[in-house]
């Protein structure tokens, strides 16, 4: 029967096929809480967001890696922090993620995050580049361009040769998902471009311009679905209203994956399960259920095809959350496949094999690495 302790041996080497930069800096209480989850403020009225499964998570796993019992008090975690000094902490926490290969979205500010090679070299290992298909918009925009279909497209390709794996929409906090199954014309895009901020691109056309062109330069499309801040409207980023834009786009082949989805995880499952190009995570999920990610986990596992999850960990800002996207990852695939064995509802082997698809196998495949 294969335990948790030997589930583990088969996450090794993860492949994070969607995380961003971390600050090295020292921070202090505020800005450290500020970076912890999507929440607007730190300390929402008068509360704290360590009161929280990821505040405890934090205090369970990352302490240690800091020579603290588990489960100090947070002040005493962050003073830890402090003395160490955030570039010590970064390493020891992004050395002990075990993670092996990161795909990276470069599009997503403030300055002062580590750039793609120094996030590599915390984890030890390789890097690459997921292009944010807004911002580079926004950049083309910018330059005043006059064939703006043109230069999108030469930057997408350039990318890809520069060694670009991947883009990125983010529709769904700037129009929500439901995007045309037909590729705009050059002439209601050149409308679109008329009449939009080109600073913040927020408009259904452009949004569903890029995201056709993107699978057609033939760059594996990730979307943001789901959970994510304020700004935007959680109704509107159901992946079910991606339907006709899947079904239009599956006979290309490209990979289009849904990222984080909570609380739609069951509904990215099944469109997973019925589109051949549709792969899935569950992304910040992870570390913002804390210890109760098992059960998102499970609830996912219920129908989506084993070689169409994907590990994630999006990590932003800290750290920590390289450390617990991994670990938490670990121990919840390592509980649900443990418990199916357990049963006889699997044997080990198919376990094993299933962690090692998860862990890294099926975005080697989907992103060809
Ligand atoms: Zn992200």
Redesign the pocket.
């Known amino acids: 029967m294969a335990d948790a302790a030997d589930l583990t041996a088969h996450l090794v080497d993860l492949v994070d096929h ?3 930069g971390i600050l090295t800096a020292d921070l202090d209480r505020p800005a450290f809480e500020g970076l912890m989850n999507e929440a607007v403020r730190a300390a929402p009225l008068g509360t704290t967001l360590f009161d929280s499964t990821l505040g405890w998570a934090i205090r369970r796993h990352c302490a240690p890696l800091l020579d603290l019992e588990p489960l100090v008090p947070a002040d005493a975690y962050l003073a830890r922090r402090t003395e160490l000094g955030g570039a010590e902490v970064s390493r020891r926490l992004m050395g002990a993620a075990g993670i092996g290969t990161l795909l990276i ?1 470069t599009g ?1 500010g403030p300055d002062g995050l580590t750039p793609m090679d120094e996030l590599a070299a915390l984890c030890g290992g390789t890097a690459y580049e997921v292009v944010r298909l807004e911002r580079l918009a926004e950049r083309v925009l910018a330059t005043g361009s006059r064939s703006f279909p043109g230069e999108v497209e030469d930057r997408l390709r350039a990318a890809r040769k520069a060694g670009a794996v991947g883009a990125k929409s983010i529709a769904a906090y700037r129009v929500g998902l439901e995007l045309p199954a037909t590729k705009p014309s050059d002439d209601e895009l050149r409308r679109a471009l008329s009449r939009v901020d080109g600073r913040r691109l927020a408009d259904r056309t452009v949004s569903s311009w890029l995201a056709h062109t993107a699978i057609e330069v033939g760059l594996p499309l990730q979307f ?1 679905v789901g959970y994510g801040d304020s700004d935007l409207d959680l109704l509107d980023c159901d992946p079910l209203r991606l339907t006709a834009f899947l079904r239009a786009t599956e006979e290309r082949g490209v990979p289009v994956l849904l ?2 989805n909570w609380p739609y995880h069951r509904q990215a499952a099944y469109l997973a399960q019925v589109f051949d190009h549709v792969f899935m995570d569950l ?2 999920t992870t570390h913002n259920t804390g210890a109760l990610s098992t059960g998102v986990l499970r609830e996912t596992l219920e129908l989506v095809p084993f070689g169409k999850l994907l590990f994630s960990s ?1 990590a ?1 800002g800290l750290a920590e959350l390289y450390r617990l996207g991994a670990l938490l990852f670990r121990r919840s695939m390592s509980t649900v496949l443990g418990e199916l064995v357990a049963s006889g509802d699997a044997t080990s082997d198919d376990a094993a094999y299933v962690a090692a698809l998860v862990g890294r196998e099926n975005a080697r495949r989907a992103y060809a690495l």
Do not use: A, K, T, V
């Open positions: 969607h995380c961003h979205d997503l943001h990222l984080h992304g910040l999006d932003y």
